[in-house]
């Protein structure tokens, strides 16, 4: 029996081992994807996109129950009096009590409004806001697609840069190699073996940076992505493959797209609501008319026998009307106040454009800049890489100092980060500007504002 339990008992816990080991293979599988794919799981799992998204639900419910005003307001009500002293009237020389010790009354109150400019124009301003909080999700995600693009970049830069560290750093250790033994063979002063030396260990903490650099840019990218930071994860390409598309991409950019920023849109949202606003003050102004109806049965009794009692109906119909004369000029002095209100927005909108277009030009010189720069920087590195072979050959022959040989590798290794970091600032100032421009990535913007405009 105990051999039979302790079967049992190990055999459980091989399962259990089994099961985590197949759990821990499912969290440690990595994630591959492009910067579009990057996009579209940022789109799908950052927390702001979801909040804007609830926040556009919230303005649709909101003006629904602007619109319900509209629609008969049905209360059904009723009470209970009981009497504690009647009322007594003198008449005659005699005294007369009035009224039942308990009194009864149930109905039904319906109310319509027929003539309602305020309710009107609070509609008008509810489906304004609608709008705008559908920009403003716009402006979220347009921003998120520039923040995670961004990234995205970044992460291809530290990775490229950690890339051509290593091999500078092997290319080094490899010279260490040869000078070493050529030192042992008392071909080479002890000199150049220091120099040869010195040469590995200084870019040791360089590499170590770049390495470093690598992960946290992938956990900023994870964050910025939704991702759970223990996710591992791998991308596709290098900053290289973006060149061949530069100076195509570069003749395309329309700069009078700018009318699609999403802040100026937002701006003209609120220049709209605004103007609504004051519609809706001067509304104020003006009459209101409901129709009133009234249904009810009453009855009233000096006992509580209540099979006995005799219910009277009551009913009732008319209108109502309002009509604003005097409030001590708390009108006027809203619709003064909105008409302040617009002016300012004017003169944010006037300065906010001149910005974008202060930021359009900017960011279209940095983008011919780094093109300019892409360009020098290539054929930097053709010519490095020429001097580095020439440096080599003229050391192997004996005609070379090892600090020759450590410059032409050094030179190589600047002139490749350099190539390198002129491809990410034109990507970096080509997202930016995209983000100036309004311009939607990744998902149709438009299709999607409509379906939540519904």
Known sequence: ????????????????????????????????????????????????????????????????????????????????????????????????????????????????????????KSIDLSAKDVELAVESARSSNLNLVNEVTK??????????????????????????????????????????????????RNLKPSMISAENAVNLTKLQLKVLMGLDTNQEIEIVGNLSDYENNMYAEALDVDTAMVQNNTQL??????????????QLNKSAYLPSVSLTSQFSYVSMANNFKFGDYQWNPYSTIGFTFSIPIYNGGGRSYKVKQTKLQMEQLTLNTQNLRRNIDLQVKNYMDNIQKSIEQVGSNKESVKQAEKGCVIAKKRYEVGKGTVLELNDSELALTQSKLAYTQAIFDYLSAKADLELVLGKDKAVNTTQKNEELNK
């Open 265 to 278: 849109k937002q701006m003209k949202l609120q220049a709209e609501m605004l103007d609504k606003q004051l």
């Open 1 to 120: 029996m105990n051999k039979r339990k302790y079967f049992f008992s190990k055999k459980f816990v091989c399962v259990i081992i089994a099961l985590l080991l197949y759990s821990g293979a499912q969290a440690q599988e990595k994630l591959t994807f492009n910067l579009e794919k990057a996009l579209e799981i940022a789109q799908s799992e950052n927390p702001t996109i979801k909040v804007a998204n609830k926040e556009i639900e919230k303005k649709k419910y909101a003006k629904k129950e602007v619109i319900a005003g509209l629609f008969p307001n049905i209360n059904v009500g009723g009470g209970f009096t009981y009497t504690i002293k009647k009322q007594t009237f003198a008449i005659m020389g005699q005294t007369l009590k009035v009224g039942q010790t308990n009194n009864y009354n149930a109905g039904v109150n319906l109310s319509l409004p027929l003539f309602a400019p305020t309710l009107m």
């Open 151 to 200: 990234a995205y970049y970044q992460l291809l830069l530290a990775q490229d840069s950690y890339e051509v560290l290593k091999k500078g750093y092997a290319q080094s250790e490899a010279n260490y190699e040869v000078v070493n033994n050529k030192f042992k063979q008392g071909v080479v002063s002890e000199y150049d073996k220091i120099r040869a030396e010195v040469q590995v």
